[in-house]
């Protein structure tokens, strides 16, 4: 199977000319779609068969400067859990899909309502009623049809977080109310994966890391506040279109460092902005080398 694979790949390759001059070594979808189908694999195995021979697909062209071969391949052989489906998640689905995680693992019991056509990609007009993993399994395989999804139309709970997040290798955290964020960070920690946190308010947003065990967000930054205002400070000051955009573009670049254990991730601290006025802060959380009381 593998030299009949390489035997394709290499076949199907070949220089791919880009718009502005010059040219790369690579595969196109439909040839992919040809070898996968001759061969009964997955897309994705052809994808991760023509990148480690220095073949690359042409969805992800843009990236390998970036990430390089083995990066690509390796976010394609990765799994990721995105707890919520709506402002934040819409966007982080949509952007682990066009980048090339492998696997997405998407969850959220609600359904989408007129109120969330202001800011949450995945809905449309026509889509008010619907499930919002229903269309986020649907928008994914649009974009790439080489990505497996798995959509759970559930809320979780301390019941079944386990075995829904059960081998994921990053958690992101895309809710809207604190006490099931509180909960997902400590189904994280037992799982010994990291987990991405994001939270949006008006035009002010936050994100952060948590490493397994360490459960410094929920003390550092809710501090047992989460009974007075389970939503949060968006119940207060709504969320307008352009903050879910940055806090979700953020989120997903925190996914992809973990992945590829490439970058600085912020662990151990917050990143904190205001696009009213441009600002952007990290702040260390308490029990950090460089946290504040």
Known sequence: MKSDLARLI??????????????????????????????????REV?????????????????????????????????AAVVGAGGLGGLIIELLARIGVGRLVLIDGDSFTEDNLNRQLLCREGDV???????????????????????????????????????????????????????????????GVPLVHGAIGGFMGQVSTVRPGAETLSAAVYRGREEESPRGIESVLGTPTPTP?????????????????????LTDELLYFDLDSSEFSRIGLKGSPSGED
């Open 129 to 191: 009623g619907r499930k919002k993993v229903e269309r986020a399994a649907e928008r994914a395989a649009e974009v790439n049809s080489a990505i497996e999804v798995a959509a759970h139309p559930v809320f979780l709970t301390a019941e079944n977080s386990a075995g829904l997040l059960s081998g994921a290798e990053v958690v992101i955290d895309a809710l809207d109310r604190i006490p099931v964020r509180i909960l997902l960070e400590k189904a994280a920690s037992r799982l």
């Open 245 to 265: 955009a940055v806090a979700a573009s953020l989120e997903a670049m925190e996914a992809v460092k973990l992945l590829l254990g490439r970058g600085t991730p």
């Open 47 to 79: 994808e991760i068969a023509a990148l480690r021979r220095k073949v690359i697909p042409c969805r992800y062209y843009r990236n390998i400067a970036s990430l390089g071969f083995e990066g690509q391949a390796r976010l394609l052989s990765s799994t």
């Open 10 to 43: 290499d076949g199907a390759g070949g220089p791919v000319s880009l718009s502005g001059g010059g040219e790369y070594t690579g595969i196109g979808l439909a040839e992919v779609r040809r070898i996968a189908s001759e061969l009964s694999i997955s897309e």
